[in-house]
């Protein structure tokens, strides 16, 4: 195979039938760099991925639980009574709403308290409406 080489233009010319053309190196490495350029932004991207959700996910889940157990555990028994709660049943509400299998945060603290006050609510209700007894509610 035969090359030859002019070093103003950084050209290669190949005589042989499988190469017949001329290759301009500048040309390669340029690709070369985009190429690399585009792949290592992919892999920061994927490591991005990775490390929102191993390690920033967990995190925010463990403040979010943390939190939602703080904020139940100052409301006063007669207010966790009216949500369906108990003292000793705060630490199941929190684990209930906040899975351990799950790697992405279930909901916020507050939005997490307002559907359990909510879902609760509904229990209530139903359980009222079917209570046929017609006794007056306590106030």
């Given at each position: 195979?035969?090359?030859?080489?002019?070093?103003?233009?950084?050209?290669?010319?190949?005589?042989d039938?499988a190469?017949?053309?001329?290759?301009?190196?500048?040309?390669?490495?340029?690709?070369?760099?985009?190429?690399?350029?585009?792949?290592?932004?992919?892999?920061?991207?994927?490591?991005?991925?990775?490390?929102?959700?191993?390690?920033?996910?967990?995190?925010?889940?463990?403040?979010e639980?943390?939190?939602?157990?703080?904020?139940?555990?100052?409301?006063?028994?007669?207010?966790?009574?009216?949500?369906?709660?108990?003292?000793?049943?705060?630490?199941?509400?929190?684990?209930?709403?906040?899975?351990?299998?799950?790697?992405?945060?279930?909901?916020?603290?507050?939005?997490?308290?307002?559907?359990?006050?909510?879902?609760?609510?509904?229990?209530?209700?139903?359980?009222?409406?079917?209570?046929?007894?017609?006794?007056?509610?306590?106030?």
């Open positions: 195979m035969n090359t030859a080489h002019n070093e103003n233009q950084e050209t290669f010319s190949f005589v039938q190469f017949p053309r001329h290759v301009n190196t500048q040309e390669i490495l340029i690709q070369a760099n985009q190429i690399r350029s585009e792949e290592i932004a992919r892999l920061g991207k994927a490591f991005g991925k990775f490390i929102s959700r191993t390690v920033i996910a967990p995190m925010v889940i463990a403040f639980r943390r939190r939602m157990y703080e904020e139940l555990s100052q409301l006063s028994d007669r207010v966790l009574d009216d949500i369906g709660l108990t003292r000793g049943s705060i630490a199941q509400a929190v684990a209930d709403a906040f899975p351990r299998e799950t790697a992405q945060p279930a909901k916020t603290a507050k939005a997490t308290l307002h559907s359990l006050v909510a879902n609760q609510g509904a229990q209530v209700a139903s359980t009222v409406s079917n209570d046929h007894s017609h006794h007056p509610l306590a106030a």
